[in-house]
């Protein structure tokens, strides 16, 4: 049987788009939140959006032990606080697959412009911050979160960065379980400084064009690069 | 009858590929070189890669008068001597658009890295350092140089920064011009701190996966965001 997934700050658009999505996909999800009734009242709608879904809602240090690929979604400003009181939760040999993008906007500031993190981007962040042997990967941060939370079929890719190839397609497969979404292979940690500051771009393409925009990466062979 | 269009470095790889593809499109180019013999050879070889193709080669200074929109297309570590260099050419009310990248290649680190550049990016370095009423535009950063001088069709888009959406669509219609590109208006010119790292990121990509990729944003209405 598939593990559960659990997905910090579940409660949030990107984190509850990601429910909904692994959700129809026949996952397990685990949804976690400060407040454990927040948490509870999440998992509540998703059984209500996604028919037979298998879902519990729990206080964030829970969820982040029920299984080995951990989701963070919350927003940048409470990514180290976050990760500060999952210090005790994490455990050697997970995978953390960092979403949260440095907006401006965590500081009252444009959300079409982002912060200058100091260990580069808010995933190298994460992994300073992650407990001996847990391993971050970033993922998912040109996904609308609207987009993601809705009905229609996406049709984009998903900027996976990550140290270790391997570690890259445990997060992929989980990925490509969403219809529509490819998972693109795009270098070390580090590249996740590039990546970030997309979410920003596509917020500002999104206001100019009125729509919930995504990025492809063109030219890609047609085989699958994760196996 | 359509201006001119200088490429000032365009004996380079992504300089070279533009007057490929703009001569095609039958617009009249004028090569722009720090040495007017390699200007003039650059020329001569367009001429039998495109044929009737109507170029010139000439020293980056005069190339620079040759027409109001014009394309600088060297390499980073050559960004700031050109521009010192066209001080006296570059007139009021001209469009500059720079398709330079702050690689760490610049300073032989690697081509997946970038460099911070004090303004922000390269496109506003470039801009501070332009005469007064030279507006500049980026563009083009994450366009494939050997695609754009190859045959093969072009399937991306062309991410567009600049303050004035009247300019950018100037710079528009000449991107439309090549089969396969699609501009797409990125934000004001701060926003090349976001774009020109994509290059960055699609060298990295491209030799993961032996291709030259690109970028497209999905989601975008059908119809023309610039007429």
Redesign the interface.
């Known amino acids: 049987m598939a593990e559960p997934i659990p997905i910090i700050g579940g409660t949030g658009a990107l984190g509850y788009g990601l429910a909904v999505r692994l959700a129809r996909a026949g996952r397990t999800i685990v949804i976690g939140s400060r407040k454990p009734e927040r948490a509870q009242e999440a998992a509540e709608r998703l059984r209500e959006t996604v028919s037979g879904a298998d879902v519990e809602g729990l206080e964030n240090g829970e969820a982040a032990q029920r299984g080995p690929v951990v989701f963070l979604t919350v927003p940048f400003r409470a990514q180290s606080e976050t990760l500060t009181n999952l210090k005790e939760a994490l455990a050697d040999g997970q995978l953390l697959v960092d979403c949260t993008v440095p907006l401006a906007a965590a500081i009252s500031g444009k959300a079409?412009?982002?912060l200058g993190v100091w260990q580069g981007s808010a995933a190298q962040q994460a992994q300073e911050m992650a407990p001996d042997g847990v391993t971050v990967i970033s993922a998912l941060h040109t996904v609308?979160a609207p987009?993601l939370a809705g009905d229609e079929p996406l049709?984009?890719d998903v900027?996976v960065c990550g140290d270790r190839k391997a570690d890259k397609k445990r997060v992929a497969e989980l990925i490509e379980l969403i219809d529509g979404l490819r998972p693109?292979?795009?270098?070390p940690l580090?590249?996740s400084?590039?990546?970030e500051?997309?979410t920003?771009?596509?917020i500002?393409?999104n206001s100019?064009?009125?729509?919930?925009?995504?990025?492809?990466?063109?030219?890609?062979?047609g085989d699958d690069?994760w196996s």
């Open positions: 079409t412009r982002t609308s987009a049709d984009e900027l693109v292979n795009a270098g580090e590249g400084r590039i990546v500051p997309l920003a771009l596509l500002g393409i100019r064009y009125k729509t919930h925009a995504g990025i492809r990466i063109t030219g890609l062979p690069h």
